[in-house]
């Protein structure tokens, strides 16, 4: 069974300074990864995702994460926070290896929390 | 601007009436999730959907939950009989080939 685990229930951080928010995975075969970011009394919004290739990924509003295939992780970072990026964020994972279309499962979510 | 859309946006209803909850996926695209969202549970997945059959419905009580495809532009979610703990935001998404899934706005689940 796949799983994805977000151990921090919410993240602090100061505008300005740099956020990293993380995700660890559990996959039988090769992973696709997914950041998502929900915002209040909205749907999921796509952010970025690891399908191969490069290990670090670039995505929407300057958010980028890097795939650590020993460590089993794909942490998501912004080298400088804004007090707009406070939402709820979601890690995502399929199985590549499963062929026909795979299970979407979803961490419990990281509140993230800019301030001033 | 393509997108899923679900209705109704917002539903009250009381215990023991049924519910039906619908999604248009995002045009083209072959795979449908459902979705329940609750504080305490978090996200979790109910059924999805690959060109048009379940794949996976493991996650509903299938007591009272059913979900169907219609056609390809269409998928419902069916409550029968709702219950109080069934009140949740429950989202569709779809996408194409094990790429990105889009999600719709949710719709918003109070029984009483």
């Known amino acids: 069974a796949q799983s994805v685990a977000q151990p921090e229930d919410q993240v602090n951080v100061a505008e300005g300074n740099p956020l990293t928010v993380k995700c660890t995975y559990s996959?039988?075969?090769?992973?696709?990864l997914f950041w998502y970011v929900q915002y209040p009394n909205r749907g999921l919004q796509f952010l970025l995702k690891?399908?191969?290739?490069?290990?670090l990924v670039k995505g929407s509003y300057g958010f980028e994460a890097e795939f650590n295939k020993s460590q089993t992780s794909f942490h998501l970072k912004k080298p400088s926070a804004l007090v707009s990026d406070s939402a709820l964020y979601f890690c995502?994972?399929?199985?590549?290896?499963?062929?026909?279309?795979?299970?979407?499962?979803f961490g419990t979510g990281t509140r993230l929390q800019v301030t001033l | 601007d393509a997108r899923v859309t679900q209705t109704p946006r917002h539903k009250v209803t009381e215990m023991g009436q049924e519910v039906t909850m619908r999604c248009q996926p995002i045009?083209?695209?072959?795979?449908v999730f459902w979705y329940r969202q609750t504080m305490m549970q978090g996200l979790e997945l109910l059924a999805y959907?690959?060109?048009?059959?379940?794949?996976?419905d493991s996650g509903m009580p299938k007591d009272r939950f059913s979900a169907e495809m219609p056609d390809a532009t269409l998928a419902t979610l069916k409550i029968q009989p709702s219950e109080p703990r069934d009140s949740a935001v429950y989202f569709c998404a779809s996408d194409w080939e094990n790429t990105e899934a889009f999600f719709g706005q949710g719709t918003r689940l109070t029984v009483v």
């Open positions: 045009l083209g695209h072959n795979t």
């Open positions: 995502a994972v399929r199985d590549r290896s499963s062929g026909t279309a795979s299970k979407l499962t």
């Open positions: 690891y399908i191969t290739g490069d290990n």
């Open positions: 959907f690959r060109n048009r059959a379940p794949l996976d």
């Open positions: 996959v039988s075969g090769n992973p696709y």
